[in-house]
């Protein structure tokens, strides 16, 4: 029997779960600390993408990220956090600063679907 790709993400994390594109409207990270995912107990993974050509975007689990505290995503790269390698931080409140202003994102997350 073939599988879909909806059927494997749902294999892996033992769960029937659904992807959300842009969880939080968030486009856009500049040189304040911006909240870039609310806590969520049902998100078990999500991918981060840091989609400016120059500028280097730091992220962490906590209000506090910065150049010296945190996980660098470097230009035209991502971050993916699942709970198989990451354990409870893909449910985690994330937050971002980035080394300029307007650098754009994209985030997409795995959640658990609510019957």
């Known amino acids: 029997m073939t599988k879909s790709i909806h059927d494997l993400v749902q294999d892996r994390f033992g769960v029937r779960t659904r992807t959300v594109l842009d969880p939080e409207a968030v486009s856009s990270v500049g040189a304040a600390i911006t909240l870039l995912l609310r806590a969520n107990?049902?998100?078990?993974?999500?991918t981060l993408q840091n989609l400016h050509a120059t500028q280097t975007l730091y992220v962490s689990p906590d209000s506090a990220p910065s150049t010296t505290?945190?996980?660098?995503?470097p230009p035209q790269?991502?971050?993916a956090v699942t709970v198989e390698e990451d354990f409870t931080l893909p449910a985690m409140e994330w937050y971002g600063i980035a080394s300029g202003a307007g650098?754009?994102?994209f985030i997409q997350s795995v959640e658990i679907e609510t019957d």
């Open 77 to 79: 790269a991502s971050l």
């Open 69 to 73: 505290r945190g996980i660098v995503v």
């Open 103 to 105: 650098t754009n994102v």
């Open 41 to 46: 107990p049902r998100r078990v993974a999500f």
